[in-house]
C-alpha cells in the first residue's frame, strides 16, 4: 500500500525552501508520523541538503551565485528582487 498524496513531497520541499505555512507544516508532519516510505524519503532529502550545505563553504566557487541567478527566469529574479527592496 502506497498511496501518498503527491501533494506531500512538494511540501517536504517548500519546508526545506522555508516556504511552508503552519498549516502545511503541520500537513506535512502529520502525514510522515503515519507513514514510514516518507518519513525516510524527508529524512534523506534533508541528509542531503545538509550534505551540500556543509561542503558549499569548502569549495564554494566565486561564480557559483553568478551563475544560479543566471539560471533563474528573468520573472522569478524580478519578483524576487522587489521583495528584497
Ligand atoms: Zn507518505
Known sequence: MNTCPEHIVHLMHEYLDEE???EQEKEL???????????TH???LKKT????????????PS????NVMNRL??????AGMNRWF
Do not use: G, M, R, Y
Not at 527566469?73 to 524580478?78: H, L, R
Open 63 to 66: 561564480d557559483f551565485t553568478a
Open 42 to 44: 524527508f529524512h534523506e
Open 20 to 22: 511552508i505555512s503552519q
Open 49 to 60: 541538503i545538509a550534505l551540500v550545505q556543509s561542503t558549499s563553504h569548502i569549495q564554494a
Open 73 to 78: 527566469p528573468k520573472e522569478k529574479k524580478k
Open 29 to 39: 508532519k502529520t502525514h510522515l508520523q503515519q507513514c514510514e516510505a516518507c518519513k
